[in-house]
Each structure stands twice: as C-alpha cells, then as structure tokens.
C-alpha cells in the first residue's frame, strides 16, 4: 500500500469510492469537479489516496484554516476495510496538517457512523459533549 496525493484526474474514482463506502458528497456543489480542482490546486498536499496494485483504495481530505486542522471526507472501501487503512489516512492527515502549523486538529462523525467513531478513538480522539455544531448555508448544495 502507498499513499499519493490526489489528483483531480482521480475525480470520479473517489466518488465511486466513496458511493462504495456509503458517504454522502455533493456534486453539484462542494464536491463538483470545479470545486474539487480548485481546493486541489490550492491544497495539493492535503488530498490524500491510499493505493494497492494501482488502485485507489481510500481516501481523506483535509483542511486548514489557519488556526484547526480538519479531517474529512476520510473513505475506505469496504473490500479493503479492517487492514488499518483509515488510521493510516489519519495519520497521513494529520501529518499535513502539522506540517501546515495545526496544533488543533479535529472531525465530525454523525453519531449513527459507529465505525468512524471507532476509528477516530483509536487514534486518539475524544468526543467533545459540550460543543454544538452549526452551519449557516448557501443551498443544500454547498
């Protein structure tokens, strides 16, 4: 197994990865080819792909804002689940993010992903009881 930076010439593997892996995207919006480009041109560094004999097999994407580290969009497919390849996409983000200056790095799991859950506990993250989350958006879309 290696990991490799995106490219957006990977787009429509990750999506079909992360059909296969069951997460939600949108892709007439945040996740649309446009916008996937343009993050990647902006942060090639932080969209990251565990590959197997030349195929992509998992998938993170990370951001930085300056002050947190984020983990998202973190896809295995479930072929390949149970083999440490969500921890060691983590790992792989968070050693971006560090390198960026992240000295705070979180995720947010819905509360039914008890597998991501489980992940994000193995690598040493605590849930945080006493912090809503909140969006204000533009559309569904975004």
């Known amino acids: 197994m290696e990991i490799r930076p995106l490219k957006i010439e990977d787009y429509e593997i ?7 892996a069951g997460l939600p995207y949108k892709p007439r919006g ?6 996937m480009k343009r993050q990647m ?3 090639p560094d932080l969209f990251l792909g565990v590959e197997e004999d030349g ?10 804002d300056g002050r947190k580290g984020w983990l998202n969009r ?20 968070e050693e971006a993010l560090r390198k960026r200056g992240a000295k705070i790095i979180a995720l947010l799991v819905e509360r039914s992903n008890q597998a991501s859950l489980n992940l994000a506990r193995q ?3 605590v849930v945080a009881r006493d912090i809503l989350y909140l969006t204000k958006r ?3 879309e975004v």
């Open 41 to 43: 041109e902006n942060d």
């Open 74 to 93: 973190i896809a295995v497919d479930p072929a390949y689940r149970g083999r440490g390849i969500g921890l060691m996409l983590t790992r792989a983000g």
């Open 138 to 140: 533009e559309s569904e």
């Open 30 to 35: 945040r996740d649309s080819y446009e916008e």
């Open 14 to 20: 990750i999506l079909r990865l992360w059909d296969k």
């Open 123 to 125: 690598a040493g993250y």
């Open 55 to 64: 195929k992509l097999i998992g998938v993170i994407i990370a951001t930085y």
